[in-house]
């Protein structure tokens, strides 16, 4: 596992594959609509769309009958994080006007469901919305012509936002609402028009027996479940850093209340409670959790600066000793496009052809044919404007499938880390979230007792990083984030912990809620009945790099007491 990676693309539900078209205006279409059944620009053989799709196309306009007259042409398959499906184009016209902007949808390729609508809203006129009432009642009525009998949803809270008036609704089974990857939202435009729907992956079509589903009548009652969950202690107090800092120093910090163990990590928050027992929700399912160890160490206070490539070659020698006199170095220099320069020296031999600035992925990848002697890369990574280091990766060949030394690897990893940190006695937070055939640490300082987290950081990232090589023992990448001058708050000025604890269940009261957990082997759906925060995400999240350090999604601003989302 190397901590250098290509950047992430995630996929997001508005992408798609265009791979053929096929145009057909329904029944009742006007003799305009009917003329030319295929857009003469297409490269591919002509698909239809397909019959489950086609269904679900006429079930829709049903509802909407304006669609009626339009030509349907298949757009591609839809692959996302969000919704994945088979995306379909109503078009006024035979010919499709890439150009132009496009009432569209998308289908659950098996079953038909509608999983996304975008409809154009109306731009001639701009009258004052329609009443909440009103859009319930019609947002009800849109979902429920969708779903097939015994599937019951309650239009909730209304939001405004961007010209688009939306309602959220939710389903409930024995009187207690399902969890939010069951919700819909339909939004209207000014006119009332119907101009958008959105589900989280489909689940609203999903058939759900009640005997899977655990009996409400014998939960814990709502004054008892709220005691349990402010003595559980469900935030913690933290210095979070901006993930853009450009470099700078110092470094302000920001004091902030987080939900333990996340928001939306999964179908539950940290913080909820099991219904039953009162026990934290997360106690009750399989989860193995890494043991946290809180060390005391005196740091060196050495200073990690190299901003020439002879600089750069003794800082290598001394943190790692490596020789590096001998082997071919390029330079250079990269701007992350928000201000950050990183400089990279990269030594070592590599396949012909490669670019320099591809070398970077291609650390431990050796030429065909090179001696073991010669088996060694390394890329020393600093901020281009102190030349503090941020990043070394060394790759000698030795990664083999074998179980590691633990304590080897931690003697080392603190022998490190000493020299790593500022002067003086300083509180690190360390973690190994490796496993059995490689070591990999993460440690944060603590300011006061307060954790020092970067925001935007992932699981197993740490203020500073460590992995060790599993035959030796020896570092193989190190990753440093601690800024060198660092600003925080004064603690005494934040908040209690309960009253950040009130002011989030002010915002998001506790909610009796069935949680549905899948099997990562057989994909069963199982239930739990758990008291859980009342906020419920508006979009679905992209999990492409892992789970989040701290979750930002809810926090309380650990000096005003405000709650803020972030989305």
Known sequence: ????????LCVLTTALV???????????????????????????????????VSKGVQQLVRLIPELGSR????????????????????????????????????????????????????????????????????????????LPPGHAYQPREVTRADDLLTVRLVRKL??????????????FDRT?????????????????????????????????ALLTFKESKPLELVYLLPEENQGQSPVEASLAYVVKDGVINRTFTGSAVDAFSGKRL??????????????????????????????????????????????????????????????????????????????????GQFARGISKDKR?????????????????????????NIQTDKKR?????????????????????MKDVGDANYTLITADPLLQGIPVYLAGQQSEEGMYTLKMNAVTGALEELTLASPSVLRTPDKSKAITEQAAVDQLLKAFPLELTYIHQTDAQTGEVTWKLGYDLSFRQTRSHCFCGGEAKVDQTVYVDGITGKVIVKE
């Open 192 to 224: 009332g028009k119907v101009v958008s729907f959105r589900t989280f992956d489909g689940r609203l079509y999903e058939k759900i027996s009640l005997t899977s589903l655990p009996s409400p009548q014998r939960v814990i009652s709502a004054p008892q």
């Open 282 to 363: 997360l106690e009750t399912v399989n989860r193995v959790k890494q043991p946290v160890q809180t060390i005391s160490m005196t740091g060196t206070g050495e200073k990690w600066i190299a901003q020439t490539n002879k600089q750069a070659g003794d800082l290598v020698r001394s943190l790692v000793r490596k020789e590096t006199d001998k082997l071919p170095l390029v330079t250079f220099t990269e701007n992350y496009g928000d201000g950050q320069e990183r400089r990279l020296f990269i030594w070592g031999q590599f396949e012909e052809g490669i670019k320099d600035q591809d070398k970077k992925y291609m650390i």
């Open 376 to 400: 060694l890369h390394i890329l020393l990574e600093t901020n281009a404007k102190t030349g503090q280091l941020t990043k070394l990766v060394v790759k000698d060949g030795d990664d083999v």
């Open 1 to 8: 596992m190397s901590m250098m990676k290509r950047p992430v």
């Open 18 to 52: 265009a791979v053929s078209l096929y145009t057909a205006p329904f029944a009742g279409a006007s003799a305009e609509a009917r003329v030319g059944q295929m857009a003469p620009w297409s490269a591919q053989a002509v698909v239809a769309v397909p019959m489950q």
């Open 409 to 429: 690897d931690w003697r080392e990893a603190e022998t490190l880390l000493k020299r790593l940190i500022p002067a003086g006695t300083s509180q690190m937070r």
């Open 71 to 146: 030509h349907v042409i298949f757009g591609g398959d839809v692959d996302g994080p969000g919704v994945s499906g088979v995306q379909v184009i109503f078009s006024k016209s035979a010919v499709r006007d890439e150009t132009a902007k496009e009432d569209r949808a998308i289908f659950n390729s098996q079953t038909g469901s509608l999983l996304v609508l975008d409809l154009q809203p109306n731009s001639l006129t701009k009258p004052a919305f329609p009443t909440d009432q009103v859009a319930k009642t019609k947002a009800q009525a849109f979902v429920t012509g969708l």
């Open 174 to 187: 024995n009187n207690v609402v399902l969890d939010d990857d069951y919700d819909a939202m339909v939004s």
